[in-house]
């Protein structure tokens, strides 16, 4: 079946500090990746996504992910995190034979400090 | 451009009783998800619509769920009876693409006691 792992549960950073968020997925096929967050007390809403081409994709607010095929990876970067990124990302995988379904993992709390 | 409305935000019921959730997607996209998200966990599908048929509900508890898209725009998520296990987040999502890129609503929170 396939599954979608997130490293970390909950990652706590001061301002200016860079982050990765790390995403592995299970899948042999061709895949669609994305990044969603949830601000606090907000809907998930998209933070960037891959479909194919230059497997290093940026998204809003200054994130990017690389995409590593071999690794069956797709990792969230920022170079200097700002205390409103506080929320919740997941990462998401949708197989390209199974019509826009998500599959999730089970998310990083990222926690700011000012 | 309105966002996926749902109703009601919060929920509380007690174990057995009946419970449903209305979303409304963005006008235009055809496609329509229920997840269900439990605490400390990412959002599961439970059923997907294409317009007003059903593409995939294997993860649907059908012994207790059901789900319906009425004329292909509107859903309706309906528990019955309950369970303490169904305490979550049910998130209505649309989508336009099919291609995973999808819109969420602000979700149902559902606590059952």
């Known amino acids: 079946a396939q599954s979608v792992s997130q490293h970390n549960h909950h990652v706590i950073l001061s301002e200016a500090a860079s982050l990765e968020l790390g995403c592995n997925y299970s899948?042999?096929?061709?895949?669609?990746l994305f990044w969603y967050v949830q601000y606090p007390g907000q809907h998930l809403q998209l933070l960037l996504k891959y479909f194919s081409g230059d497997p290093l994709v940026k998204g809003i607010k200054g994130f990017e992910a690389e995409f590593i095929k071999s690794k069956f990876s797709f990792n969230l970067r920022k170079p200097s995190v700002q205390w409103s990124d506080t929320a919740e990302y997941f990462c998401a995988v949708n197989a390209n034979n199974q019509g826009g379904k998500l599959i999730f993992g089970q998310g990083t709390e990222l926690s700011v400090k000012p | 451009e309105a966002g996926v409305a749902q109703s009601p935000r919060y929920k509380i019921i007690e174990k057995r009783q009946s419970v449903a959730f209305w979303c409304n997607p963005i006008?235009?996209?055809?496609?329509l998800y229920w997840y269900q998200q439990i605490l400390g966990q990412g959002p599961k599908l439970l059923i997907q619509f294409q317009n007003n048929g059903v593409v995939d509900d294997s993860q649907l508890p059908k012994d207790r769920f059901s789900a319906e898209r009425l004329k292909g725009v509107d859903s309706t998520l309906k528990i019955q009876p309950a369970k303490l296990e169904d305490s979550a987040v049910y998130l209505c999502?649309?989508?336009?693409?099919?291609?995973?890129?999808?819109?969420f609503g602000q979700g149902t929170r559902l606590t059952v006691v």
């Open positions: 006008s235009g996209h055809a496609t």
């Open positions: 899948y042999g096929g061709t895949v669609n």
């Open positions: 999502a649309s989508s336009f693409t099919g291609t995973g890129e999808a819109f």
